[in-house]
Each structure stands twice: as structure tokens, then as C-alpha cells.
């Protein structure tokens, strides 16, 4: 009786299923492929439209409105998203780590699961409504100022910063709370002491990429800070300002060709700082698997 040849040669259901496998690979190689020429194609776009606009009197100097639209820059705007971003920080940040502890250190699972939601919520919810929320809250009887428009702007942030740091605490060894509680050392001292800065790297990395989803928010400032219209610039957050997104929104739409390049270099500007944030965070976030892998 003869034994059938062995053979090493793929067929039937196997070859078809290294095809589908090389296939699959094509389409998500050509997919990345494609993002990248598109994050490329629009960066190039932006930059080359806003050359002409962009020296250093762009970043050093001010002009909201004048009769030389070629002149002046966008100091105003740079200072006045600056201001928003900052104070805007300043408010969701040790909000979205207290509830970040909160809910992965202290909360039960039924109220941590409530609170979860919660963010996923507020995260989900369009920018514009919380711009007309805080608009009812705050501007109606008061008028707009950039604070306003900060709060706004933390409302934002604060969901992104409290479920990163969230995630980042949950990834902190449980051996360094328990070698912390057998020492003696109470419960508040662990988490400030041992696990937050175990996290750190993971809660800036949250907090970068917040700021730089702020930084790009148009809609709620509209209603919030959108008459600040200055020929220089305010350091005042109780007064409107304008912001880098608001300038290339309206400059976009004027008629001047002027007033649209600035518009693109504005962007372009905008961009950059978008890139140079997610770069920070991404080394933050290598830097910090580094440290928890050692």
C-alpha cells in the first residue's frame, strides 16, 4: 500500500485563505496610504495659499481691521487663544484628574459606570450647544469675555482629560498601592503619592491632546467672545477676545485676497500648533510605557 506524497504546496481552502490574507494587507496598506496623502495633500495646500502672508510681522503684530490689509499680523489672536486654551486648561485639568481618582480609585463599580456614561456623554455632545449652554449661563447677563469662552472650552476638555487619566490609572501595577498600604500610608497619600505620579506621563498626554482639540473649537466661541476686535493685543480674559479660529473664520470670508491669505496662514499656524501637541503627547506617552516596561 503506497503512502499519498506529502506536499508543502498551499491549495484548496488554505491558498484562498493566503489570498485573502495578502489581499487584506494590500487594502490596509493602501488605507494608510491614502491618510497620509491626504494629511499631506491638506498641509501643503494650507501652506503653500498662506506663504504669502506668513513673516515675522505675522506673529509680532496686530491688526483686527485697518485700511492696509496687507500689513499687521495676528498677534491679537494668537495672544487671545493663548488666554482661552490656558484658562481653559487651568479649569479641566485637576477637575478631569479628581474624577479620573474618583472613579478608578474610589466609586463604586454601579456609580463608576454612572459616571463613565456621563463623560461619554458630555464628550458626545455637540460643541455648539455647550457654546449656546454657557452663552445662557454666563454671557446673557454679563456679555461676552474670553472666560466665558474658557469655560466653554473646559467643558470640552474635561471628558477627554478625566478618561485618559482614567485609563492611565487603571494601567498602574496594583503591587505599588498594596506596597504603599502596608507600609501604613493612608489611602489620599497612595494616589497622590505613588499612583499619580506613576501616571503623569499618561495624564499629559490626555491633557496635550485636549488642548489641542480646544485649540480648534470654532462654534461655541461664536457666541461666547466672538466681539473682540482689537488693533492690538488684550491680555484681559474678562474681555473679548478674538482667537486663531474665529480670525480665519472671518477672514475667510472676505473679499479682500489680502484678508484670505492671512486667513491660510492662520490656519496653517493653527495646524503646526495641532502637530507640535500630538508630537509632545506621543513622545509623553512613549516616555511613559517606557518607565512602566522598566
Same mark, same amino acid.
Given at each position: *500500500?503506497?503512502?499519498?506524497?506529502?506536499? $508543502?504546496?498551499?491549495?484548496?481552502?488554505?491558498?484562498?485563505?493566503?489570498?485573502?490574507?495578502?489581499?487584506? #494587507?494590500?487594502?490596509?496598506?493602501?488605507?494608510?496610504?491614502?491618510?497620509?496623502?491626504?494629511?499631506?495633500?491638506?498641509?501643503?495646500?494650507?501652506?503653500? =495659499?498662506?506663504?504669502?502672508?506668513?513673516?515675522?510681522?505675522?506673529?509680532? @503684530?496686530?491688526?483686527?481691521?485697518?485700511?492696509?490689509? @496687507?500689513?499687521?499680523?495676528?498677534?491679537?489672536?494668537?495672544?487671545?487663544?493663548?488666554?482661552?486654551?490656558? +484658562?481653559?486648561? $487651568?479649569?479641566?485639568?485637576?477637575?478631569?484628574?479628581?474624577?479620573? %481618582?474618583?472613579?478608578?480609585?474610589?466609586?463604586?463599580?454601579?456609580?463608576?459606570?454612572?459616571?463613565?456614561?456621563? !463623560?461619554?456623554?458630555?464628550? #458626545? %455632545?455637540?460643541?455648539?450647544?455647550?457654546?449656546?449652554?454657557?452663552?445662557?449661563?454666563?454671557?446673557?447677563?454679563?456679555?461676552?469675555?474670553?472666560?466665558?469662552?474658557?469655560?466653554?472650552?473646559? %467643558?470640552?476638555?474635561?471628558?477627554?482629560?478625566?478618561?485618559?487619566?482614567?485609563?492611565?490609572?487603571?494601567?498602574?501595577?496594583?503591587?505599588?498601592?498594596?506596597?504603599?498600604?502596608?507600609?501604613?500610608?493612608?489611602?489620599?497619600?497612595?494616589?497622590?503619592?505613588?499612583? +499619580?505620579?506613576?501616571?503623569?506621563?499618561?495624564?499629559?498626554? #490626555?491633557?496635550?491632546?485636549?488642548?489641542?482639540?480646544?485649540?480648534?473649537?470654532?462654534?461655541?466661541? !461664536?457666541? !461666547?467672545?466672538?466681539?473682540?476686535?482689537?488693533?492690538?493685543?488684550?491680555?484681559?480674559?474678562?474681555?473679548?477676545?478674538?482667537? $486663531?479660529? $474665529?480670525?480665519?473664520?472671518?477672514?475667510?470670508?472676505?473679499?479682500?485676497?489680502?484678508?484670505?491669505? @492671512?486667513?491660510?496662514?492662520?490656519?496653517?499656524?493653527? *495646524?503646526?500648533?495641532?502637530?507640535?501637541?500630538?508630537?509632545?503627547? @506621543?513622545?509623553?506617552?512613549? =516616555?511613559?510605557?517606557?518607565?512602566?516596561?522598566?
Amino acid at each position: *500500500m503506497t503512502e499519498p506524497a506529502f506536499s $508543502l504546496r498551499a491549495s484548496g481552502r488554505l491558498r484562498r485563505r493566503q489570498l485573502v490574507n495578502k489581499a487584506m #494587507g494590500v487594502l490596509a496598506i493602501g488605507a494608510a496610504l491614502l491618510a497620509v496623502a491626504v494629511l499631506a495633500i491638506v498641509v501643503i495646500s494650507v501652506a503653500t =495659499r498662506g506663504a504669502g502672508a506668513l513673516n515675522l510681522d505675522f506673529f509680532t @503684530k496686530s491688526q483686527a481691521q485697518g485700511f492696509n490689509p @496687507k500689513g499687521g499680523g495676528v498677534l491679537f489672536a494668537i495672544v487671545g487663544s493663548a488666554i482661552l486654551v490656558g +484658562i481653559a486648561t $487651568l479649569i479641566a485639568l485637576p477637575l478631569g484628574v479628581l474624577v479620573a %481618582i474618583y472613579v478608578s480609585e474610589l466609586a463604586q463599580p454601579r456609580l463608576a459606570r454612572i459616571a463613565r456614561m456621563a !463623560l461619554d456623554i458630555t464628550n #458626545g %455632545i455637540p460643541t455648539i450647544v455647550i457654546g449656546m449652554f454657557v452663552f445662557t449661563m454666563l454671557v446673557a447677563a454679563h456679555g461676552q469675555s474670553a472666560f466665558a469662552g474658557s469655560i466653554a472650552l473646559a %467643558i470640552i476638555m474635561l471628558p477627554l482629560v478625566a478618561r485618559a487619566t482614567e485609563e492611565v490609572l487603571l494601567l498602574v501595577p496594583p503591587s505599588q498601592r498594596e506596597a504603599s498600604l502596608a507600609l501604613g500610608v493612608s489611602r489620599w497619600r497612595t494616589t497622590v503619592q505613588v499612583v +499619580i505620579p506613576s501616571a503623569m506621563g499618561g495624564i499629559l498626554t #490626555g491633557t496635550t491632546l485636549a488642548i489641542a482639540r480646544a485649540a480648534g473649537e470654532t462654534a461655541p466661541l !461664536l457666541f !461666547l467672545t466672538s466681539l473682540g476686535v482689537s488693533s492690538h493685543a488684550d491680555w484681559n480674559p474678562f474681555h473679548p477676545l478674538q482667537s $486663531l479660529t $474665529l480670525v480665519i473664520f472671518s477672514y475667510s470670508d472676505q473679499a479682500d485676497p489680502a484678508y484670505q491669505s @492671512k486667513a491660510w496662514a492662520a490656519a496653517f499656524t493653527l *495646524m503646526c500648533f495641532v502637530l507640535f501637541t500630538s508630537l509632545a503627547a @506621543k513622545l509623553a506617552l512613549a =516616555r511613559y510605557r517606557k518607565k512602566l516596561g522598566g
